[in-house]
């Protein structure tokens, strides 16, 4: 049975994911603070972890930032926030998708089932891509530059084999949405800022980057 942490301080609000997700089939444990959560999380990982933004004490921008550093866990964040500048910076601090409440149960679920597949699942059944420096080893989930391993995340990966699977072609962010993320509609912003992170990781200078490359009005390639 999948297990999911949600990190929320309201008691009302908590209690009801809990409920509504272990009616979906998921083994469910709560936690009112971001230093509460990190103790749960360590003690007894969960499969995914949803947190607040609003929490008391450490925030969730620092308890997703905390738990990125720990551990490459899938993270949903669902938060009243819904401003632009919110939402970029929870998917820049490592959050893997973004839902604003009040959130549909059902909705959620098909998140987080399409979030377990992506982490158990291979885009790619070639051993090597190799890009200059660049290599991916889908097989192995493994990523190097320079021959040094790269820590990426599981969105980050299977992002980077989607691309690697059509070299020099580009995909559009709707379509990344849908191979990636698994949805037939969502936030384009998740995968600029995913493009972002991983520019981060596997450019020498993100910001003219030699490998993922933006194509203006069609979207992103990754080219040789």
């Known amino acids: 049975m999948p297990g999911v942490l949600v990190i929320e301080d309201d008691d009302r609000i908590r209690l009801s994911l809990v409920l509504a997700l272990e009616d979906e089939g ?3 444990r709560g936690a ?3 230093e509460e959560g990190l103790v749960a999380q360590r003690e007894e990982p969960a499969d995914t972890v949803l947190v607040d933004l609003m929490l008391p004490g450490a925030d969730g921008f620092e308890c997703i930032r ?3 550093r720990e551990d490459d866990v899938p993270i949903v964040v669902v938060s009243a926030r819904d401003d632009t500048h919110d939402i970029v910076a929870a998917l820049e601090a490592g959050a893997d998708d973004y839902l604003v409440k009040p959130v549909a149960v059902k909705e959620l679920s098909a998140r987080l089932r399409a979030l377990r597949r992506r982490g158990r699942t291979l885009l790619a059944p070639v051993s090597t891509m190799a890009f200059g420096d660049l290599e991916i080893l889908p097989e192995a989930g493994e990523v190097r530059l320079r021959g040094e391993p790269v820590a990426l995340t599981r ?3 299977r992002l980077l084999c ?3 699977e059509h070299p020099g072609l580009v995909l559009s962010r709707q379509q990344l949405l849908q191979r990636v993320w698994e949805y037939e509609i969502g936030d384009e912003r998740l995968v600029d800022v995913h493009v972002g992170r991983l520019r981060q990781k596997i450019e020498d200078d993100s910001r003219a980057p030699r490998y993922l ?3 203006r009005g069609m979207g992103y390639k990754l080219q040789k």
Do not use: G
Request: proline letters at 0%.
């Open 213 to 215: 490359v933006t194509v």
């Open 26 to 28: 998921y083994a469910v």
């Open 162 to 164: 989607e691309l690697a």
């Open 155 to 157: 969105t980050e990966f």
């Open 66 to 68: 905390q738990l990125r």
């Open 32 to 34: 009112a603070s971001a």
